[in-house]
Each structure stands twice: as structure tokens, then as C-alpha cells.
């Protein structure tokens, strides 16, 4: 890994996706932005809940039900979206699911 620069060829194969339940991994960290990357296994949820950071999500492979404050989307490979801080979430996985959150600290 260069000192310059951080490069994954793919992410999707960066995380495995459990069977059963959801696992996660801090990818990267700096001054400004946390990346952690999410797998979670079919008909896993993340219960609503916020976050104090901005935070982009992007789903990198599957489906998911998002619910954002009052609205829900359904989400799939490709999907991006950006949350202010404190919006109340949550995610339901339609089907195994590969996720990278980023925490933008600034």
C-alpha cells in the first residue's frame, strides 16, 4: 500500500458477508473521514438510530429497505446516498449486502 495513496481493487471483495448477522470493518480513518465497510446477511437489520457525523452510504452489492427519518427507499448495487448528522436510520437487507459507510468528521 502506498504512503500517497490508499487503493482496493474492489471492494465487494473486501468484506465477507455472514450467513447470519452483520460484520464490519474500518477500511480507512484520517483527520476528516472514517470508511467502515459492512456486510450483513439476508434479512439482517441495523435498528434506527443516528449518527453526531454527516455520513455517506453506498451500497455496493444487494438489496436493502433504508429507512431515512420518515421516508424508506429501496436500495440496491450502486445506490448512494448522503445523511446530515443526527438523521434517525436504519437498514433491512433484502438479500446479502455489502455496504461502505463513510463518517465525515469536518
Request: hydrophobic letters at 45%.
Amino acid at each position: 500500500m502506498s504512503d500517497k495513496f490508499t487503493y482496493i481493487a474492489d471492494l465487494a471483495k473486501q468484506q465477507e458477508v455472514p450467513m447470519d448477522g452483520i460484520i464490519s470493518r474500518t477500511i480507512y480513518v484520517d483527520e476528516q473521514v472514517k470508511a467502515v465497510l459492512f456486510g450483513f446477511g439476508k434479512d439482517q437489520e441495523l435498528s434506527e438510530h443516528n449518527s453526531s457525523m454527516a455520513a455517506i452510504i453506498q451500497i455496493i452489492e444487494g438489496e436493502a429497505t433504508l429507512t431515512l427519518g420518515d421516508e424508506t427507499i429501496e436500495a440496491k448495487s450502486g445506490s448512494w446516498i448522503v445523511m446530515p448528522p443526527l438523521m434517525q436510520h436504519s437498514l433491512y437487507a433484502k438479500t446479502p449486502v455489502v455496504m461502505l459507510l463513510l463518517l465525515l468528521k469536518g
